[in-house]
């Protein structure tokens, strides 16, 4: 909770947290996809969300920039929802919303069996409720979410809630996606953080079978203990190395501040290119006209202002249409966003 509490006071002391979180939301989309076998890395996206193409599957980048949709969404409706399984519905409508998924059934409860592992539920490492106890088991869920019987405390409730929604794996897709996104949405819901800065998913990747092992045995011992630790020791960690990241971005974007105020005349055109590159770490030159409210050549004269000072670097190659990167800020942002070289062992 001090870790949390640190993390949330960030939030304070940011110049802008919106600056942060615009990246940091596409890297928790990145790093939750890729535990379910997406092979996006966070410029992936970026790029598809400039340039509307992939260098990857496009199903595995619409699947990150569905996670990122679903987020934003749920983020702007618990303003005027309670966590709820309705809400829970609606977002996971938006995280299937369009690409692999799509026939899934986005936004219903199952109405078939499903199972994890294994080609049927014969030989599934994990068979959940079937269709006929789906709405038993979630609305125990619900009201444990909402404190009844008894008042949880935030951090228990998170750990056992993701434990309780991948085991009841209500939806024939999405679940690992969505069981990840509730711990935010708790955080968020209930006033630990003002803004969504803790995503577990970088410590679940690192930690992935142990995650999996985890979860299973509660399912089959009831080990809660071994999992409350292991969910505990990850916010710890994941809160820290957030609070981490903001400050180095911000040290960052301090020390290029001063470097291009030392341009003389070109520093103002540059300085607000720059503040746009700390919200959105790749750019086109379209796209800073359009959004800073400046013409091509000011633009165009910036960027290469910035690409001599060895803050930005062009990443095309090509004569039109060109792109441009925010290349230590980018590197930051994408520590551990590596995708997995194998396929996972557990539905997503």
């Not at 569905?66 to 519905?89: I, Q």
């Not at 770490?281 to 910036?302: C, F, G, N, Q, Y």
């Amino acid at each position: 909770m001090l870790a949390l509490g640190r993390l949330d006071g960030l939030t304070a002391v940011l110049p802008d947290p919106a600056l942060f979180i615009y990246s940091y939301i596409r890297k928790e989309a990145v790093l939750s996809s890729q535990i379910e076998g997406t092979q996006s890395s966070l410029s992936d996206l970026l790029l598809f969300e400039k340039e509307g193409v992939a260098s990857v599957p496009l199903n595995d980048v619409q699947e990150v920039s569905n996670y990122v949709a679903a987020m934003n969404y749920g983020l702007t409706r618990l303003k005027e929802l309670p966590l709820s399984l309705r809400l829970l519905k609606e977002i996971h409508g938006v995280l299937l919303a369009k690409g692999r998924g799509g026939e899934k059934e986005p936004g219903e409860f199952r109405r078939s069996p499903n199972w994890v592992g294994g080609t049927r539920p014969g030989n599934a490492i994990f068979v959940p409720p079937p269709p006929d106890q789906l709405l038993d088991c979630l609305g125990a869920l619900e009201k444990f979410l909402h404190n009844d019987p008894v008042k949880t405390p935030l951090l228990i409730k998170a750990a056992l809630a993701h434990v309780q929604f991948e085991t009841i794996h209500p939806f024939l897709d999405g679940n690992g996606r969505l069981g990840r996104l509730l711990i935010t949405f708790l955080f968020c819901a209930e006033g630990a953080l003002r803004e969504p800065l803790l995503y577990l998913s970088l410590y679940f990747k690192q930690n992935r079978q142990r995650y999996y092992d985890l979860l299973q045995a509660v399912r089959l011992t009831g080990d809660w203990e071994a999992w409350l630790r292991f969910f505990v020791a990850g916010v710890e960690e994941t809160a820290t190395q957030a609070a981490q990241t903001a400050q180095r971005l911000m040290l960052l974007a301090g020390d290029d501040e001063k470097r291009i105020q030392k341009l003389g005349k070109p520093a103002g055109s540059a300085l607000r290119v720059h503040r746009l590159l700390q919200a959105q770490p790749i750019i086109s030159i379209a796209t800073a006209t359009k959004e800073l409210d400046l013409t091509a050549p000011t633009v165009t004269t910036a960027l290469k202002h910035l690409g001599k000072l060895g803050i930005v670097r062009e990443i095309t190659g090509r004569n039109y249409g060109r792109l441009y990167a925010y290349s230590k800020h980018l590197d930051m942002l994408n520590e551990g966003t590596e995708p997995l070289k194998r396929a996972p062992t557990h539905a997503n």
